[in-house]
């Protein structure tokens, strides 16, 4: 097994969610590669925050974007070359806040690249300001007095926007979390894995998510209606348990063999491919 590690100093904070997601994301890596998905048959995208320092910390094809924006450069990829496993990581602020849109369209697309978010809850590189999923009351940099806003699901927004792939891991279940990063990667179209990470700094949640969370069981992922109704049971300021698993998963056409009809991108470069592709791209 290979370690994926680098020379680049680790600057997480001491406790912080995300050493759980490396540790995971480097196994299903190896397990992957294990199913003949090499190590140079990978790329992954970042955007800013404290989850982008794994683009550091991975010893893989990697790409830094701008905050928000690790879906784009991860779908122009996957178009590029759709022999690679594209992944990208975002916070929950960088995908949904500044990044929203392009978390919907990929969705809507059914794009063949994982989208995991590191959720914890609130803005942690830049000190702690409020995001979508920020709980009603949160004190932050932006909102000391508390927020007023009401968080959103963003699983249920997942479902809206037709995911063809979506589940919700946790930073503490390492096991659970390779695996589903593992079928996540392997499904053919747009997948979608929420982690809940807590930020020991500004918004610890370890203890609540020690009591709450649990693990699906008996659940089939391919019954829309039971996992809309899973999506729902923590809708991220009531006091519900915490679901985690494989919530929805169906197979359909992915879009890059739809915009391509079948043919590469490279087939562009062949001469008697050319008016066909040209066509196809009007």
Not at 241 to 262: N, S
Request: proline share 4%; charged share 30%.
């Amino acid at each position: 097994m290979e370690n994926l590690s680098t020379n680049a100093k680790n600057t997480w904070c001491p406790g912080c969610g995300n050493f759980g997601i490396l540790a995971a994301t480097k196994q299903a890596f190896n397990e992957l590669e294990e199913k003949g998905i090499k190590k140079e048959d990978i790329a992954i995208t970042g955007g800013i925050g404290c989850h982008a320092k794994i683009i550091d910390y991975l010893n893989v094809n990697s790409f830094y974007s701008l905050h928000g924006r690790p879906i784009p450069p991860a779908s122009g990829i996957k178009l590029a070359n759709d022999n690679l496993k594209v992944v990208a990581f975002g916070g929950d602020g960088d995908t949904y806040n500044e990044g929203i849109s392009h978390l919907i369209h990929a969705a809507k697309r059914n794009t063949d690249i994982t989208v995991v978010v590191h959720e914890n809850r609130n803005f942690a590189l830049t000190t702690g300001q409020f995001t979508g999923t920020s709980p009603e009351g949160f004190k932050g940099g932006s909102t000391p007095e508390g927020s007023v806003e009401e968080p959103f699901n963003p699983l249920a927004l997942m479902m809206a926007s037709e995911a063809s792939y979506i589940a919700r891991g946790y930073s503490s279940d390492i096991n659970q979390l390779k695996e589903l990063l593992v079928e996540a990667i392997e499904h053919e179209g747009f997948s979608y894995v929420e982690v809940l990470q807590p930020c020991v700094i500004w918004l610890d949640t370890t203890e609540d998510y020690r009591e709450k969370v649990y693990k699906l069981e008996d659940h089939d992922p391919t019954d829309k209606e039971a996992a809309e109704k899973k999506i729902k049971e923590w809708d991220y300021h009531n006091d519900a348990k915490i679901p985690t698993g494989l919530f929805y998963k169906e197979d359909r056409e992915v879009f890059e063999k739809e915009l391509y009809r079948g043919h590469k991108l490279g087939d562009h470069l062949k001469e008697d491919k050319t008016k066909e592709i040209l066509k196809v791209l009007e």
